[in-house]
């Protein structure tokens, strides 16, 4: 069998300041408020971050607050025999928000596509609709 793999880079500006989107991805209930689906697990190195209600498994490998996150990533349905891909996101501060760039590496070649795909419509644009909607509540408080 052979084990092909791809890797996928993105960049995106998310709305928010790099810590907020740190803890967006990495605290369960900020999770689930953002992505609609539970999460749960720990954000700890060495920590498991469960996502999507079980879909995604997450090893926690190099964490640093609203810098960095590495994981050991896959999900449910990933094919039998691959070993876990790594997730790197760097974040970084924008005058638009954040930088945030995204490298996914040892993604099964057959999955790459639906997961570059995914990784815009399920995290990156909810998480800018996500900080909208919580800066817009914040401003509605202030006046």
């Known amino acids: ?38 999460a749960s697990g720990s954000s700890e190195v060495g920590g498991e971050f469960i996502a999507w209600g079980g879909y ?3 090893k926690n490998i190099e ?26 996101i760097g974040l970084k ?7 945030l760039v995204m490298m996914h590496s040892q993604v099964p070649e057959e999955q790459a596509d639906d997961y570059d795909q995914g990784w815009h419509e399920h995290y990156w644009n909810r998480l800018n609709r996500y900080f909208g ?5 914040s401003r509605r408080k202030r006046v």
Do not use: C
């Not at 890797?7 to 990495?26: C, F, G, H, S, W």
């Not at 501060?93 to 930088?99: D, I, K, L, R």
């Open 56 to 58: 995604i498994t997450a």
């Open 1 to 38: 069998m052979s084990r092909k793999t791809r890797t996928i880079r993105q960049k995106v500006i998310i709305n928010a300041t790099p810590e907020e989107v740190y803890d967006a991805l990495m605290d369960p209930k900020k999770h689930a408020a953002f992505t609609g689906d539970e």
């Open 93 to 99: 501060a924008n005058p638009e928000g954040t930088e």
């Open 63 to 88: 964490l640093e607050r609203g810098k960095k996150i590495v994981q050991e990533w896959s999900t449910s349905e990933w094919p039998e025999g691959y070993p876990p891909s790594r997730l790197e």
């Open 133 to 137: 909607s919580e800066k817009r509540k």
